[in-house]
């Protein structure tokens, strides 16, 4: 009887698999042509074969990635899935901005919070919002990425970099690491985002006997500060509304039960994929002190995915010092979170739209 392969080896094996060059996807009497893109190394786990196809005919970003530098022998599903989640976040920012992932969900997000922040800097603050889930992580630009960056991405093990493009110097950086993946990919600024835009790509959701359900990609009606919908006495200050507004366009990529709790543009605390609300608020809170931002909680600001369906939520946010929230709204127990709120001096702006993401 043969030794099994080391998981190890696993994780670095590519496996063949047979899928057809080509599928199409027919809704309605609109035509779909994909075109397999690439093999994967496997798929969500080392033995599943997988591979990658992008729609012919449609502007691309994540179909169309060049990888500059292949490490462990190409992309897992995984890498993918975390290089399309990390340019959706990050292509929310106007200002240059940079998410770490891991399983999907960002464990760290930082855009530039004041003129002439460095690229390298705003980096730090995504990783280090959470530096050992970031261990292992794919980190996404929406900016070309300068050598100082390449350089402090390096201290740390990163399995994948995506960006629009790289400086002079960057490679030089990445080729120190055998194993991290280098991925160009462009046309951010024609991705759908909001309400108005284009309704495509369709979501595709396929359930384990094969069948599908088929939704409008999910946009979001808050484009700016005169779309948050303050309901409390008090109102955000220009810094509070700017990172509440960070806060939820992070949070609408946050597995649900989803909260982010966010400072001066970079989060502190990422709460994901809870059964309740307030323990997502909890998770988000005690992960930002485990990680050394207990000082920086107080005038942070906290961004929920649905609504809070009871005061407790706002108590906690009022015990540990944050001075703003935004959520969607609805609950039958508004009333008593907006004076919960305001006997606080809490913030809080309503949304009007909930950002549930299941994956």
Known sequence: MSKPKSMRRKYRTALEESFPEEMRIMIGGHETVYRKRMSLRYGENPHQPAAFYAPLGMPLTVGDVDILKTGKR???????????????????????????????????????????EPLREIYAKARDCDALAAFGSVVGFNTVVDAGTAEEIMNSYVEGVVAPGYEHGCMEHFEKKKDIRIMQANGLDAVSRYVGDPLEPLDISVQMDGSIVLQAPMLTKIRGPDDLRFVTERKATLQEVKDLLFSWYVDMNVRSNGVVLSKNNATIGVGTGQQDRVTAVKLALEKAAMRGHGDAIQGSVLASDGFFPFRDSVDLLAEHGVTACVQPGGSVKDKEVIEACDENGIAMAFTDERCFRHF
């Open 74 to 116: 190409g992309l897992s599903m995984t890498n993918v899935e975390d290089v399309n989640n990390s340019l959706r976040i990050v292509s929310y920012f106007e200002e240059p901005a940079c998410a770490v992932m891991k399983h999907v969900n960002p464990s760290g997000v930082a855009a530039r919070n004041s003129p002439g």
